[in-house]
């Protein structure tokens, strides 16, 4: 991922959490909170939840973006790994300093997925042991 990407993911986590901090920190209504957060989000327990998520809806720009941070992550991998395989096998034009390069780009990629899912499960468990 670019800088620029992982900027503007970034920035995006910042806003929804800027935007999820009032309604967690108000005290009343915190059920009804979470449910508005959970429906925002595209998730379980939102009021007239069927299970999937319109197309328009914010939980599905939020799915998408990171379904394409994964995405993107894994071309990452998938890159380094093809120009790993093409300087083992000596194939012209692949220099051991792009190689290099392709996969510290990918074992940063990944290691950054790894907080975002990290940050993700701490976030759930922090909301899971609020009382209501």
């Known amino acids: 991922m670019s800088n620029m990407?992982?900027?503007?993911?970034?920035?995006q986590i910042r806003s929804l959490s800027a935007q999820a901090a009032p309604a967690l920190n108000g005290g009343?209504?915190?059920?009804?909170?979470?449910?508005?957060?959970?429906g925002a989000a595209g998730g379980p327990g939102a009021a007239?939840?069927?299970g999937a998520t319109a197309v328009g809806s914010p939980g599905a720009g939020f799915a998408q973006m990171l379904k394409q941070g994964i995405?993107?992550?894994n071309s990452t991998q998938q890159k380094a790994d093809a120009l790993s395989g093409a300087w083992e096998r000596g194939v012209p034009g692949v220099d051991l300093a792009?190689?290099?390069i392709e996969t510290q780009k990918a074992s940063v990629s990944f290691q950054a997925l790894?907080?975002?899912r990290n940050r993700l499960?701490?976030?759930?468990?922090?909301?899971?042991?609020?009382?209501?």
């Open 5 to 11: 990407a992982i900027d503007q993911v970034l920035a």
């Open 28 to 38: 009343r209504g915190a059920l009804s909170d979470l449910r508005g957060l959970a």
């Open 48 to 50: 007239g939840d069927t």
């Open 71 to 73: 995405d993107a992550v």
């Open 98 to 100: 792009q190689v290099m």
């Open 114 to 116: 790894a907080q975002v």
């Open 121 to 132: 499960i701490s976030v759930y468990q922090d909301i899971m042991n609020m009382s209501i």
